[in-house]
């Protein structure tokens, strides 16, 4: 891809899953990378292991300090930022609504939207700094586009993101900075990985991926690619866009035969969520 080669590229929780895969496409793509996260050993390993010169950083992206010194650090060590990837995120609590706790929310909202603005702000401050623009991508979610019932927190913090995106787009533009976002569907990474019997959590992503049209599960490669491609020249009149890799699953009509209309019975899903029958 055009332009990434030779570029220096932050990514945030790049420890694993789609950071960890972004972080080798880049590379791949002749990029220097600074793999940023709360697990340094896993942060140095991906480091370690790519073809470009590489640094990594243990920083917590929620912390006005930790992104100042994961910024400090790339600038130390390259000179530059020319791209970033905000993909750090947690999944936070299964608990419903009437369940769910401030705390909790303030938790995820701290980490998902707190630690996307600090780092897309950081990147305006070096880009003018150094005189020379560059390119973000945020990850989003499908959860910023549609709603459930559970994961509250989640789902609000992914909406909040696309938010900073069309703010920053619109600031950016006349700078000629660039930024995007990309929204996921199902990709087993570790973010659920605290909760993998619960509905909805990892261990049934394979099956509830098969409903989307392309039936199976994404991966981190399938995301790496699309967010290389966003912070690539290949993409440079693109800007304040949410691209859904997902399968498909964000076109799906539920109310067509296709979509899969009645094929599953509400009646258990309302007594998991709610605890009785509500038909």
Avoid: C
């Avoid at 994961?70 to 060590?77: F, G, H, K, P, S």
């Avoid at 993101?161 to 533009?173: E, F, K, R, S």
Wanted: hydrophobic share 50%.
């Amino acid at each position: 891809m055009r332009g990434l080669s030779g570029k220096v590229a932050v990514i945030t929780g790049a420890a694993g899953g789609i950071g960890a895969a972004t972080a080798r496409r880049l590379a791949a793509e002749g990029a220097h990378v600074v793999a940023v996260d709360t697990d340094e050993t896993g942060a140095k390993a991906v480091a370690e292991a790519l073809p470009t010169q590489s640094a990594w950083l243990r920083a917590d992206v929620s912390a006005e300090d930790g992104v100042a010194a994961y910024m400090a650090a790339a600038v130390d060590r390259f000179g530059r930022v020319d791209l970033h990837h905000l993909n750090a995120g947690i999944a936070g609590s299964f608990a419903t609504l009437p369940e769910l706790t401030a705390a909790e929310f303030d938790r995820v909202m701290g980490v998902n939207v707190r630690g996307v603005f600090l780092g897309v702000r950081a990147a305006f401050r070096q880009f003018a700094a150094q005189g020379a623009p560059g390119s973000i991508v945020i990850t989003g979610s499908i959860g910023s586009l549609r709603g459930s019932a559970d994961l509250l927190a989640y789902q609000t913090s992914k909406h909040a993101v696309l938010g900073i995106l069309h703010g920053a787009a619109m600031y950016g533009g006349p700078l000629g900075v660039r930024v995007n976002a990309v929204a996921p569907g199902i990709v087993p990474t570790e973010l659920f990985a605290a909760t993998p019997a619960a509905a909805g959590g990892k261990d049934d992503m394979v099956r509830r991926a098969s409903t989307t049209p392309l039936r199976r599960a994404g991966t981190g490669d399938d995301i790496a690619g699309v967010v290389a491609f966003l912070l690539s020249d290949d993409a440079a009149y693109m800007t304040g866009e949410v691209v859904s890799v997902d399968g498909g699953a964000n076109i799906v009509s539920t109310v067509r035969p296709s979509g899969g209309a009645g094929a599953w019975d509400f009646a258990a899903v309302d007594r998991a969520l709610y605890g009785e029958d509500r038909s």
